[in-house]
């Protein structure tokens, strides 16, 4: 992922993933990263053509942000890895539960 902008950077395509979001959105799912750092990923993955940004023509004018054709080809991969986290978490804690008894 680091070719993708960085540790933020798979949480940001996730949250993207169910459709496109305002800022504020992104920074409510996502309390831990800062609003600098949030920015700074978002305009690194539109430059690299993994995020839309789309102004809209409101007062005041408001910014979506969406996944792009080639953001959603990293869905299938994040979703894996999600997957394959929470098996070995859940391995983990019957491992742990195992020792305790």
Do not use: C
């Not at 969406?66 to 959603?72: K, M, P, R």
């Amino acid at each position: 992922m680091n070719l993708l902008g960085g540790a933020w950077t798979p949480d940001v395509i996730w949250n993207l993933s169910e459709g496109a979001r305002r800022f504020s959105e992104l920074r409510r799912a996502m309390p831990v990263i800062s609003a600098k750092v949030l920015s700074a990923r978002l305009k690194d993955l539109e430059e690299r053509g993994v995020v839309s940004r789309s102004v809209l023509a409101t007062t005041p004018p408001s910014v979506d942000y969406a996944l792009t054709d080639l953001g959603e080809e990293l869905i299938p991969a994040i979703r894996a890895i999600v997957e394959v986290g929470s098996k070995l978490h859940q391995r983990t804690r019957l491992e742990a539960a195992g020792r305790a008894a």
